[in-house]
């Protein structure tokens, strides 16, 4: 890693780190030269750390106006949640139809990894194969853009600090919604493994749109009834 890289990482890490505390608050406006300023960094790393930003959505580039943090809110949460259905409900049924040992046994083992982290309570290990279980569930299409794609629609929220682990619900309730879809999974059963998917995603969805949702304000209980309704037409 040369040594740009690694202060545009380091900035990077900072900077997020800033905006999911509430150090650098939403709507709030900065400028590359302050910030640079304030790192004690030159501006190209700042530059590309933003860059690297606002491809998570924490930040909006305002031309001569310099960046302004975004907050998070109900619509964010369903336009990703919406997408998530949209690819990895088919991608679970994919994964069923295509299933060999090996990918039985790597979410078996998975499943069963997230049960013993939540039981101690090990959320960033928890959260580690969280990521795993889509990335495995997604790998199984052979589609290398589906699995980047649900990576990163997965990072667009968390990376904002809003996550339902510990919060919404037990760590234990998360791996329990997991379990049906590597059961169908590994059964053949398309069907089945993609209800299990879209009850996890949409449970998931419902959680976080109402943690961020602001005072007085409801959150839809078909938001995702039109999603689901056109992919089991298909």
């Known amino acids: 890693m040369t ?25 709030s406006q900065h400028s590359v030269y302050r910030l640079a300023e304030q ?8 530059r590309e750390a933003v860059l690297r930003l606002a491809d998570l959505g924490l930040v909006s580039v305002e031309r001569n106006r310099g960046i302004r943090i975004r907050g998070v809110g109900q619509a964010d949460v369903r336009e990703v949640f919406e ?11 994919i994964a069923a139809r295509r299933a060999d040992a090996g990918l039985r046994a790597d979410l078996a083992a998975n499943v069963e990894a997230t049960r013993r982290h939540a039981a101690a309570d090990r959320e960033p290990e928890f959260s580690r194969v969280d990521r795993d279980f889509h990335h495995l569930v997604a790998s199984a299409s052979g589609n290398s853009r589906l699995v980047a794609e649900v990576g990163r629609l997965r990072d667009s929220i968390q990376a904002r600090g809003v996550s339902t682990f510990g919060r919404s619900r037990p760590l234990a309730d998360v791996a329990a919604e997991h379990a049906p879809v590597a059961v ?51």
Do not use: N, Y
């Open 184 to 234: 169908a999974i590994a059964d053949g059963d398309a069907t089945a493994a993609a209800r299990a998917m879209a009850d996890h995603l949409e449970h998931t969805g419902t959680l976080l749109m109402r943690q961020v949702a602001g005072p007085g304000e409801d959150v839809d209980p078909d938001w995702a009834t039109g999603v689901r309704t056109a992919l089991e037409r298909e």
């Open 3 to 27: 040594e740009r890289s690694t202060a545009t990482e380091r900035v990077f890490a900072l900077l997020r780190e800033r905006i999911v505390s509430g150090e650098l608050p939403a709507g």
């Open 83 to 93: 997408l998530r259905l949209l690819l990895e409900v088919p991608a679970a049924a």
């Open 39 to 46: 790192l004690e960094v030159s501006r190209t790393p700042v």
